[in-house]
T-cell receptor
Framework: AQKITQTQPGMFVQEKEAVTLDCTYDTSDQSYGLFWYKQPSSGEMIFLIYQGSYDEQNATEGRYSLNFQKARKSANLVISASQLGDSAMYFCAMRVFWTNAGKSTFGDGTTLTVKP | EAQVTQNPRYLITVTGKKLTVTCSQNMNHEYMSWYRQDPGLGLRQIYYSMNVEVTDKGDVPEGYKVSRKEKRNFPLILESPSPNQTSLYFC???????????????FGPGTRLTVL
């Protein structure tokens, strides 16, 4: 079974500062992908960044980077230079491949508020 | 434009009245899923499909049915809705993963269902 844990229900950050959103995962599979999604107050789910379990380098997409520590089973999202538009709910998710490719597990989310 | 569409976007109904929420994708994706989102609980997978006529239960399948007769469509059926199925529902699709790793999901805009 897969499990995603996001321990920060809510986070605050000052505009232009960096923030780290925590995500730990649990799986016995070797082949899996880790994803971060953003959900603004309008409700849609927006894909941010992806990390494969065999990737040796941390993923980066613009101001988003994923701090992947495989031995610790953590996949933290780092947002640099926060903007007011970053205020949203953020979800960490995992999918495995070989054993059950359609199965997807999400964390409970972290609400990020960016202060001006 | 590549997209996942859901209809209706909003629905208020009464207990026991059968309803169907449609989901369609135009990206020729193999995988499709249904999720429900409740406050504080993140997204929970209801059912998923890995191809036409291939479906499987997610974490919360009770009270729901699905079918995948065509690759592009994956309707969610509530045969006898109850108030505890009041929720925000998302459909998502994804292609088969590259190599051994899963690919990202594309989400529909969501359907807000209220069962009185």
């Amino acid at each position: 079974a897969q499990k995603i844990t996001q321990t920060q229900p809510g986070m605050f950050v000052q505009e232009k500062e960096a923030v780290t959103l925590d995500c730990t995962y649990d799986t016995s599979d070797q082949s899996y992908g880790l994803f971060w999604y953003k959900q603004p107050s309008s409700g849609e789910m927006i894909f941010l960044i992806y990390q494969g379990s065999y990737d040796e380098q941390n993923a980066t997409e613009g101001r988003y980077s994923l701090n992947f520590q495989k031995a610790r089973k953590s996949a933290n999202l780092v947002i640099s230079a926060s903007q007011l538009g970053d205020s949203a709910m953020y979800f960490c998710a995992m999918r495995v491949f070989w054993t059950n490719a359609g199965k997807s597990t999400f964390g409970d989310g972290t609400t990020l508020t960016v202060k001006p | 434009e590549a997209q996942v569409t859901q209809n209706p976007r909003y629905l208020i109904t009464v207990t026991g009245k059968k309803l169907t929420v449609t989901c369609s994708q135009n990206m020729n994706h193999e995988y499709m899923s249904w999720y429900r989102q409740d406050p504080g609980l993140g997204l929970r997978q209801i059912y998923y499909s890995m191809n036409v006529e291939v479906t499987d239960k997610g974490d919360v399948p009770e009270g729901y049915k699905v079918s995948r007769k065509e690759k592009r469509n994956f309707p969610l059926i509530l045969e006898s809705p109850s108030p505890n199925q009041t929720s925000l529902y998302f459909c998502a699709s994804s292609p088969k993963g590259q190599g051994v790793l899963p690919d990202t999901q594309y989400f529909g805009p969501g359907t807000r269902l209220t069962v009185l």
